[in-house]
T-cell receptor
Framework: DAGVIQSPRHEVTEMGQEVTLRCKPISGHNSLFWYRQTMMRGLELLIY????????DSGMPEDRFSAKMPNASFSTLKIQPSEPRDSAVYFCASSLGRRAYEQYFGPGTRLTVT | GIQVEQSPPDLILQEGANSTLRCNFSDSVNNLQWFHQNPWGQLINLFYIPSGTKQNGRLSATTVATERYSLLYISSSQTTDSGVYFC???????????FGTGTRLLVSP
């Protein structure tokens, strides 16, 4: 079975450009999570969806970040405009159910903003 | 919010040695997962263990929820066990996982 799929795997962009990260959750999972990993802050949750509805976006750092889940098999995380401090690895994860279930992580997107 | 502490922060082992990694958390949890982040950055699920004991090959884990800690045991370590081990917890009523700062393990041949 395919796991969580993320694209692109690597992204290098210049400050001020728009960046879009994509995620396809595991088929049948109805919760989707976006995490960010940096050296300074470790792994932290940005936003999560249940049944395509955003449930908790308190981790989204600022208005430059937005996330959507138009259907059960696709989500995007957009940064506009990007800044060097956004450089990080962005992980998408999915799980089955709204309550406490095991989360499975994608391979991550390594974003570098110059 | 819930706090997660992992120890030790760094661990160096000779191949074949055993080790115990610890995760302490500050509140009741309904989700606890152990992950291995390999040198390529992938987060690999090791255990989903909000309570009790599980074993998978050379690895086993125990969570004592009433005392708010979990232990990950690695026996007969191999060089491929190198990487960072994360404990992540979800507190009651919330889906989000809060990650500890990890234990960086280096297994030398």
């Amino acid at each position: 079975d395919a796991g969580v799929i993320q694209s692109p795997r690597h992204e290098v962009t210049e400050m001020g450009q728009e960046v879009t990260l994509r995620c396809k959750p595991i088929s049948g999972h109805n919760s989707l999570f976006w995490y960010r990993q940096t050296m300074m802050r470790g792994l932290e949750l940005l936003i999560y969806f249940n049944n395509n509805v955003p449930i908790d976006d308190s981790g989204m750092p600022e208005d430059r970040f937005s996330a959507k889940m138009p259907n059960a098999s696709f989500s995007t995380l957009k940064i506009q405009p990007s800044e060097p401090r956004d450089s990080a690895v962005y992980f998408c994860a999915s799980s089955l159910g709204r309550r406490a279930y095991e989360q499975y992580f994608g391979p991550g997107t390594r974003l570098t903003v110059t | 919010g819930i706090q997660v502490e992992q120890s030790p922060p760094d661990l160096i082992l000779q191949e074949g040695a055993n080790s115990t990694l610890r995760c302490n958390f500050s509140d009741s949890v309904n989700n606890l997962q152990w992950f291995h982040q390999n040198p390529w950055g992938q987060l690999i699920n090791l255990f989903y263990i909000p309570s009790g004991t599980k074993q998978n090959g050379r690895l086993s884990a125990t969570t004592v929820a009433t005392e708010r800690y979990s232990l990950l045991y690695i026996s007969s370590s191999q060089t491929t066990d190198s990487g960072v081990y994360f404990c992540a917890v979800g507190s009651t009523g919330f889906q989000k996982l809060v990650f500890g700062t990890g234990t960086r393990l280096l297994v030398s041949p």
